[in-house]
T-cell receptor, first 117, second 114 residues
Framework: DAGITQSPRHKVTETGTPVTLRCHQT?????MYWYRQDPGHGLRLIHY???????DKGEVSDGYSVSRSKTEDFLLTLESATSSQTSVYFC????????????????FGPGTRLTVL | AQKVTQAQTEISVVEKEDVTLDCVYE???????LFWYKQPPSGELVFLIR??????QNEISGRYSWNFQKSTSSFNFTITASQVVDSAVYFC???????????FGKGITLSVRP
């Protein structure tokens, strides 16, 4: 199994509070991703990182920010949580192949269940 | 824009039946990758297979087989002699270009009854 951990695994918070989710990898992979999973939507990409301090937006980035100061850690922040951000959040990692582009398989962490009341 | 359609939402079969999960994709790229992931009731996402657009060979792994047909933009997954442990949500996904961003289908919930 890929060495990916997510913390916390479960969190309940109130609307308007800031929340930070952490993804930690031990594989030294270049690429890291944050997805959210909601019923009827599958998984949708929030943000991703292609290196330290290099990040970009995904499909559903509004209301989220990310940071990557070290290869092994990728943080997802909800600056002011809303009920629509109640979801299961998955982190994923992948290696980059020759040429720098990553077309390798993504391996997923165990997920974080976030409830915003 | 890329898109993945899993038209079946829920499938229920009796153990030992064969079952096929359909996946249809849309992309303008000539180079792309297709994936299947399994999400058992415990919630983790398990990688099953990765296939690139230049390799249309069907693949078999034990009771699992995959049929990739570019002519119909489909990448279907068949489980032969299903077992209760196959009960899960199965996702098909598409990746194109750099950075490997995955576009997922909405998933198919498979229930295998004893």
């Amino acid at each position: 199994d890929a060495g990916i951990t997510q913390s916390p695994r479960h969190k309940v918070t109130e609307t308007g509070t800031p929340v930070t989710l952490r993804c930690h990898q031990t594989e030294n992979h270049r690429y890291m991703y944050w997805y959210r999973q909601d019923p009827g939507h599958g998984l949708r990409l929030i943000h991703y990182s292609y290196g330290v301090k290099d990040t970009d937006k995904g499909e559903v980035s509004d209301g989220y920010s990310v940071s990557r100061s070290k290869t092994e850690d990728f943080l997802l922040t909800l600056e002011s949580a809303t009920s629509s951000q109640t979801s299961v959040y998955f982190c994923a990692i992948s290696e980059s192949l020759r040429g720098g582009s990553s077309t390798d398989t993504q391996y997923f962490g165990p997920g974080t269940r976030l409830t915003v009341l | 824009a890329q898109k993945v359609t899993q038209a079946q939402t829920e499938i229920s079969v009796v153990e030992k039946e064969d079952v096929t999960l359909d996946c249809v994709y849309e992309t303008r790229d000539t180079t792309y990758y297709l994936f299947w992931y399994k999400q058992p009731p415990s919630g983790e996402l398990v990688f099953l297979i990765r296939r690139n657009s230049f390799d249309e060979q069907n693949e078999i792994s034990g009771r699992y087989s995959w049929n990739f047909q570019k002519s119909t933009s489909s990448f279907n997954f068949t489980i032969t002699a299903s077992q209760v442990v196959d009960s899960a949500v199965y996702f098909c996904a598409l990746s194109e270009g750099a950075n490997s961003k995955l576009t997922f289908g909405k998933g198919i919930t498979l229930s295998v009854r004893p």
